[in-house]
Every structure is written in C-alpha cells, then in structure tokens.
C-alpha cells in the first residue's frame, strides 16, 4: 500500500499529464493532417503496436512454460518503431536494428510466428535458424541484417553498409560494376540502440565516421532512461545525449516524443527527407518508456519506485496511444476493443503453431561456418606458378604485387586501413615531388593509384572501426582487404573480429556473409620493437570458429595465400611477419597474376629422416638454419613450414612423422596455450604410436618482450634454442 505522500505525488502526476494529453491531442490531429497521416495509417499503427506488445507476452509465456529459454521485450518503445517502419522501405532500405525493435521489424513484414519460432529455436526462425536468442533480429529478404548480443557493434556496420552504397553508385556513374551489385540511390541505413549503448565507443566511431563522409544512417536513438539499472544521467553528459552532440558538425538531430507515433512520424518525415536527399547523417532522440524488466532475468521494482512506473505506465504508448484515437475520434472503444481482441488472438494462433514447429537437426548446427561453395582448401585454389624477372622480390613486394594486381582485376575490392593509401588529400596525387605514405612498411605503396578513386583510402586511427566498417561493406558483396596496422593494437578491434566477423555468415544461417581479408603486420626480431611493437598471438584467433588464419615465411607464399584469401569466401586473417618484409633468402620471382597455394597445405621446405620441425612465420627460417647445423653432424631434419594455421594441414605432419618419430614444433608466440598445443594435442590423439620420443616445443619464454636487444633475444626463439631442443629429440 502507498504511504499518503506517494499516494498524492501520483495524483499529481497524473492530473498534470492527463492535462498534457489532452491539450496535445488537437496538435497532434493537426500534425497529422500536415504531414498527410491518414486515419486509416493511425489504426495500423495501433494494431503493430498491439502486436507488438502480445509478441513480447506470449514470449513471456513461453519462457514461463520453458518453450522459450531467454525474453527481452521491445515494451515502450512502439511507438517511434510502427513510424520507422511505416517511413523507411523494407528490402530498399537496410536496417540493423537492436533488441528492442520488434515493433519495427513487424511493421516491415517479419511475422509474429517467425519471432515465436525464434524464442523457441525452431525451424520457423528466420532471423537465425534456431541460432541466436530472441529479440535478434534478421531477415534477408527484408534487408534487415543479422544482429548480435554485442552492444554498439552496429553502428560501425551501418556506416560500412552505407559505405557500400555509395561506392557502388560511384561505380555505375563510372560505367563500373560487373558483377550488379544491387544499391538504391537514396536508400537509408537505419540503425538503433538504447541510450545506454551511447556510452560504447564504436557509437562514438560510427558518428564521427558518419559525419566525415556525408552518410544516410539514421541512427536511432531509443531512450528509455536505463541501461539496464543504470540511469542516463549516470553516463551521459546533460543527461541527454541530443544535448552532448548538439554540435557536432555534420550531424542533424531530432528529439521526439517516441510514445507518440503521430509525432515520430512527422519527425521520421524530416529525417527521410534529409537522408535521401544525402545532406548526411540524421540522430533520431527518441523518448520512450521500459514499462517491463530489462528482461526476465532482471526485476526492475528493486531500483525504480511505484510513482516512477505508475507514471510509465499512464505514458506507455499501448495506453496513450489508443487514448489519443479515442479522444481524437480516429476509433471508437468498441473498434479498439476489437482490435486488441483480434490481434490477441492472431498471436495466440502464433505461438500455437510455432509450439508446434520442429526445432532444427541438431547437426545443422555446424554448418555454415564457412563457405559451402567456395572451398578454399581445394585444387581450385592450386596454380603453377609462371614465373618472371628476377628473383628479388621481397615478402613486401609480392604482397603489394598481388594487391596492385587484385584491384585492377576487381574494382569490388577495397583496401583501407590507417595510412595504407598514398594521400589523404587526393589533389596531392597530382604533385610529382610527393612520393605518398603507401604503409608504414610501404607495402600499400603505389596502389592507390592503381585503383579507381576510393577503392583505396585511409581510416581513422580506430582499429574496430576498420574492421566494423570492413563487415558492413562485406555484407553487401564487396571484398574488403583492411590492415591492421600493428599486431599489438588489433585488440580494440577482437569484438568485431570475434563476435561479429567470425559469426556472420554461421549466426544468419548462411543468410548473410562476411568475405573480408584483415592483414596485420606481426611479430619481433626487429631491434627496438619492445613489448608494444612485438606482440605475437596468433593462437587467439585459430581459437575462433569462422576465421582463417594464414602466417606465410616467404614472399612465394605470401603471394599465393594472399591471392586465395582475396579470391575466398571467408574472413581471413592474414598474418605479415614483419621480420621477413624484406628478408633476402626469402625473395622469389615474380609468380604471375594467377598463382594462388589453398589453405590448410603445408610444404616441406627440407626433407629429413631423423627428426621433424614443424614452423611458420619467422621460426621456419630458423629452423632451416638449425637444420643445416645438425646435417653437419650427420643429422637428417625434416623442416615443414604450415603456411596457414586455420585450418592446418594434420596430414603434412602424420606422412613427415611417419619417416621420423621425432617431432618438434616451434613457434615465436609465448609457450603457453600457443599454437604448438594443438598440434600436440593432433599428434596425442591421432599417430600417438608413430612417436619414439615426447613431442617437444620451442616457443618465445612466457614474458613480454623487453626494449634492450639482448633481453629480447633471451625471450624470442632463437636458431640455437631450436637446434639445442632437437638434439635433446633426437637423443631421447
């Protein structure tokens, strides 16, 4: 029971928004008519919105019966959502939207059957095919693109999706687009999240990039006061963040009532307006209320009081709204009853039937982990060579080559990164005194040039919007071939690597793809490199289900790997030693524009009868100068370099240990839990019987990497750590 003072608080507030209704409603209907909001329009808002509204009930019934085994409702924020949906184009425009939006995702044709089947895992679920939770939305035919848990992600992958349509416009005015690429001229990328989500930084990101190039994001901005049990305040300067970007360049900002789908509309109105008329990004404050929990799994009654939700409540778009009809003489209360009476029972006909569709093989759930057409481990992908000129072309230089070559060939691909291109200011490409950036290592150098006019380009200094914007630009069908600059910074970037680039193409079902090649420079042996510029690690990524990992030795390899990354269909990590750019005993003729090695093929680079090494990267070379040091002393060392990691070539290491039944595998990352552990565990499991002695490992010492040279030389591999490890193999 509420004390007296409660009590009186709520009259108030009652009283004072009852006012507020009522004497809005005439500017409402008046609003309506300027803008051209039919009746008939305003009735199908309402019965989206109660649509929306029983979807999430019959989710939480569900999930009370254990047919459904998570809920987070889209409660309070329908009515901004039924007017984005009415404004915006289904499978013309795109839309990422984020976990609230049901309401919009019906508005655009998903049905309350196929959201149910979602909450219940079955075959039904369009948005993922029994893969991600409920509230994830996704549909190819809509152009609604598959969303993760992951907050703020987003808004770099609608920059890059809007990247994309304006490359591809670009390219038809140029007479440029072979493969029709589908684009609209004045097609919108809507986007969204809660408020809480604006304190991530990618939000931040996405706006600045947004901004700088003039894109058609819409970024919507629900607002319903908390993140989770955080209020706004906490996290926003002003408490507002229309007010924190109030002005900032380039960005338009609407603030709108979202309970109120006649003024979102007219405000969405304005903002499509903008868009189309690419006059750059739009923010859309919406005000809405969060009438349920964050979700089941957290009870909002423990940190908000009885008058703030009873004063929710009154505000709720599912009670103002039919209000507002009502009062405005839109709808009679028997056409609202009958209304809510028919929706309620069109979904409760829903979840029967999705209660009753059958949940997926549960061995479908390891497909479409990568690509079921383009095998990348075939012959497809094993040319000759036709080799020219000299043999000096350095590790560097073959991938430029194949980069320059890649470009002229497909103007789809994009190469950007941070100063991979020549200049930031294109009228400086017409000064002959200026050579260009081209790379910190120059291997991007000259291809700018050699594209056409923004296939290669610069970044901000933000790794995750690289990779974020590379994803929205891949999803699309372009081939984006981005840089990290150095191994040691691509950690801002792992949420995109891990959550969202490795998990498109699999959390969509095969719906949506992310063929994309992500280059980084690695590794140590360069004097003053330190802890910071050193950095190995490959065996964080070959843990990551979706991704291929290439980690070339020689500019051959580099070439031919480079070239069946680019050509693939999956997201390849293509690791750079930088160590080897500009090796001379790793340099190689010019191979041609068709060469290409398929992954998961290791090459014996020595052959041996007494011991094997297994290597890749810098520790290959390595190894062959330690197996040159044995072979003086009448040993016999096999050296097989794996040249990719994922997946790795098990056969290459059975067929070498069959002759040798010694093994030894060595690698430049740290000791613990690097690659060498797998390869070991392989060798455990699979040709334990082949082995006459313990399978051994040279691995850098589980430090960080010192400045002073000869501390780095003690934690680094080095050629006489190998060949010490090989003689303790071979006198076991």
């Not at 507030?13 to 006012?19: A, D, F, H």
């Not at 979840?351 to 059958?358: D, G, N, Q, V």
């Not at 990164?417 to 200026?434: H, Y």
């Not at 090494?613 to 100068?625: D, F, M, Q, T, Y």
Request: charged content about 25%; aromatic content about 8%.
């Amino acid at each position: 029971m509420l004390d007296s003072e409660t009590a009186q608080s709520l009259a108030d507030v009652k009283g004072v928004l009852r006012q507020t209704m009522q004497s809005s409603i005439q500017e409402k209907m008046e609003t309506a008519r300027r803008i051209g909001l039919s009746k008939s329009m305003m009735r199908d808002f309402l019965r989206t919105i109660v649509q929306s509204r029983r979807v999430d009930d019959a989710e939480i019934s569900m999930k009370k019966q254990n047919k459904a085994f998570f809920q987070i409702a889209g409660a309070g924020h329908e009515g901004v959502l039924v007017a984005a949906a009415a404004v915006l184009k289904p499978a013309y425009d795109f839309f990422i939207p984020y976990y609230r939006d049901r309401a919009l995702c019906l508005g655009l044709g998903v049905t309350p059957y196929e959201m149910l089947c979602q909450a219940n895992g079955n075959i039904g679920d369009t948005a993922s095919h029994g893969r991600q939770m409920p509230s994830h939305w996704g549909n190819r035919r809509l152009n609604i693109v598959s969303k993760t848990s992951c907050t703020g992600t987003q808004f770099l992958h609608a920059c890059g999706v809007a990247e994309a349509g304006e490359y591809l416009s670009q390219l038809k005015k140029m007479g440029l687009n072979p493969k029709n690429r589908p684009f609209n001229e004045d097609e919108i990328i809507y986007v969204s999240s809660g408020d809480g989500t604006t304190s991530e930084g990618e939000f931040w990101e996405g706006i600045t990039t947004a901004c700088v190039n003039r894109l058609p994001v819409l970024f919507m901005i629900e607002d319903n006061g908390y993140a989770i049990s955080v209020p706004v305040a906490t996290q926003t300067p002003g408490g507002s963040i229309s007010k924190a970007l109030a002005n900032f360049p380039g960005l338009k900002i609407f603030e709108v009532d979202g309970s109120c789908p006649i003024l979102s509309y007219a405000v969405l109105k304005e903002a499509e307006k903008h868009l189309r008329q690419k006059k750059g990004p739009v923010l859309v404050h919406a005000h809405v209320t969060r009438p349920y929990s964050h979700s089941l799994s957290d009870d909002h009654v423990m940190y908000r009081s009885a008058a703030e939700l009873e004063q929710e409540k009154i505000q709720d778009v599912i009670n103002s709204y039919p209000k507002t009809l009502l009062e405005a003489g839109v709808m009679t209360q028997a056409e609202i009853d009958k209304l809510f009476d028919e929706v309620s029972k069109e979904v409760k006909a829903a979840m029967s039937k999705a209660l009753e569709t059958p949940w997926p093989d549960p061995k479908d759930s390891l497909r479409h982990l990568c690509s079921e057409t383009v095998d990348m481990t075939s012959s497809k992908f094993e040319t000759v060579p036709t080799f020219s000129g000299k043999n000096d072309v350095p590790l560097a230089g073959a991938i430029n080559r194949v980069l320059r070559a890649e470009i002229e060939r497909d103007n789809l691909i994009r190469v950007f990164g941070e100063d991979v291109a020549d200049f930031g200011n294109m009228e400086k490409m017409q000064d002959p005194t200026l050579k260009g950036k081209g790379g910190v290592f120059k291997v991007t150098s000259g291809l700018q040039r050699a594209g056409v006019p923004g296939q290669v380009f610069n970044s901000p200094l933000a790794e995750a919007n690289i990779i974020g914007r590379g994803i929205g630009m891949a999803l699309r069908g372009l081939k984006p071939v981005v840089e990290i600059q150095f191994f040691d910074y691509i950690w801002p970037a792992y949420m995109q690597l891990k959550n969202e680039m490795a998990t498109l193409r699999y959390r969509s079902g095969g719906d949506y793809t992310c063929p994309m090649v992500v280059r980084v420079p690695i590794g140590g042996y360069l004097r003053g490199g330190a802890m910071y510029h050193s950095q190995s690690g490959e065996s964080l990524f070959t843990h990551i289900p979706g991704i291929k990992v290439a980690y070339p030795s020689n500019a051959l390899d580099a070439a031919g790997l480079l070239r069946t990354a680019i050509r693939g269909d999956d997201p390849v990590l293509f690791l750079e030693h930088k160590h080897l750019y500009y090796q001379g005993y790793n340099r190689t003729a010019d191979p041609g524009n068709e060469f290409m090695i398929p992954f998961g093929k290791a090459k014996v680079v020595r052959e041996g009868k007494h011991a094997t090494i297994v290597a890749w990267g810098a520790l290959v070379n390595k190894s062959l100068e330690a197996a040159k040091k044995l072979q003086a002393e009448g040993h016999e060392v096999e050296v097989i370099d794996l040249r990719t990691l994922a997946p790795f070539d098990m056969e290459a290491i059975k067929t070498s240990l069959a002759k040798t039944n010694r093994i030894l595998i060595a690698h430049e990352a740290t000791r613990t839990c690097g690659f060498a552990a797998e390869i070991i565990a392989r060798i455990n499991e699979e040709c334990f019987e082949l082995l006459d002695a313990p399978i051994l490992r040279v691995t850098a010492k589980d430090s960080h990497i010192p400045y002073c040279p000869t501390s780095e030389d003690f934690i680094l591999p080095q050629i006489d750590d190998v060949y010490q490890e090989v003689l303790t193999l071979l006198k076991y």
